[in-house]
């Protein structure tokens, strides 16, 4: 069972900048991306960013120029530098690693979804 654990959350002022961390307990390669997700109470969990294997990035227009992701492939970790933040930035941050699977032709051969999360870490952008 792959673990995540996500640190680095707080309050911080508008304008401030914070950088989270995941810790990944399995080898990230082993995902097809990995990415941040926020969510705020009511609302349903809405990607930031996701990373590939291969380095390549998408990150979401209301974050763009400001979030960063990356990631350190020899340790198994996943960041986000997020800067000139917002009151709207306020969330609870999750990382996510992703993947496709297929199941074998025994059991149908087809393709499924794999998902593991992290508990979050709350942003607070306030004054």
């Known amino acids: 069972q792959v673990q995540l654990t996500e640190s680095g959350g707080g309050l911080v002022q508008p304008g401030g900048s914070l950088k989270l961390s995941c810790a990944v307990s399995?080898?990230?390669?082993?995902?097809?991306?990995l990415g941040w997700y926020r969510q705020t109470p009511g609302n349903q969990r809405e990607l930031v960013a996701l990373?590939?294997?291969?380095?390549?990035?998408n990150v979401v227009d209301s974050v763009k120029g400001r979030f960063t992701i990356s990631r350190d492939n020899a340790n198994n970790m996943l960041f986000l530098q997020m800067n000139n933040l917002r009151f709207e930035d306020t969330a609870v941050y999750y990382c996510?690693?992703?993947?496709?699977?297929?199941?074998?032709?025994?059991?149908?051969?087809?393709?499924?979804?794999?998902?593991?999360w992290g508990k979050g870490t709350l942003v607070t952008v306030s004054e």
């Open positions: 996510n690693c992703h993947a496709t699977e297929r199941r074998s032709l025994s059991e149908g051969g087809d393709f499924y979804d794999l998902d593991y």
């Open positions: 990373i590939r294997n291969d380095g390549s990035t």
């Open positions: 399995g080898n990230i390669f082993g995902f097809d991306y």
